[in-house]
């Protein structure tokens, strides 16, 4: 039976290393100001692949596999990411991305924004470090 698992996988990263293209408001707070720089931005990736192929990618825009910040790339090629997905079918992201350097990270989501906002795939939050 061809079932499609989906989620969304957290990763924190300092505000001070994301681009200019990322300028969330302080949402956690409610405050509308800018993230101050020692501030955290909270980013959450949504995900969706196919159980039977592997297909999919953050939120179906593709997994990346030729940036090489990729957080995957610890799966070797793509084509053995999915087929890590469809023999293991993992219901979480938590453990494959658990590990992810956050200045890749980063750079990952600078390079991709506007692919991954089109898809509806990313969203941000902040998180003050008071909290």
């Given at each position: ?8 996988i957290y990763a924190e990263v300092e505000a001070s290393v994301v681009n200019n293209g990322i300028n969330p408001m ?103 470090p008071n909290t």
């Amino acid at each position: 039976m061809k079932m499609s698992y989906s989620g969304e996988i957290y990763a924190e990263v300092e505000a001070s290393v994301v681009n200019n293209g990322i300028n969330p408001m302080a949402i956690v707070s409610g405050n509308p100001e800018p993230i101050d720089d020692s501030a955290y931005v909270v980013v959450w990736i949504r995900w969706r692949y196919e159980s039977e192929t592997g297909a999919g990618g953050y939120t179906g825009t593709g997994w990346y596999f030729d940036d090489p910040n990729n957080g995957l790339h610890k799966y070797g090629s793509e084509e053995d990411f999915k087929q890590f997905l469809v023999e293991q079918q993992p219901a979480s992201f938590d453990d494959i991305l658990n590990d992810w350097d956050p200045e890749e990270k980063a750079a990952f989501l600078n390079s991709h924004l506007s692919q991954l906002e089109g898809g509806n795939c990313v969203y941000f939050t902040a998180e003050s470090p008071n909290t």
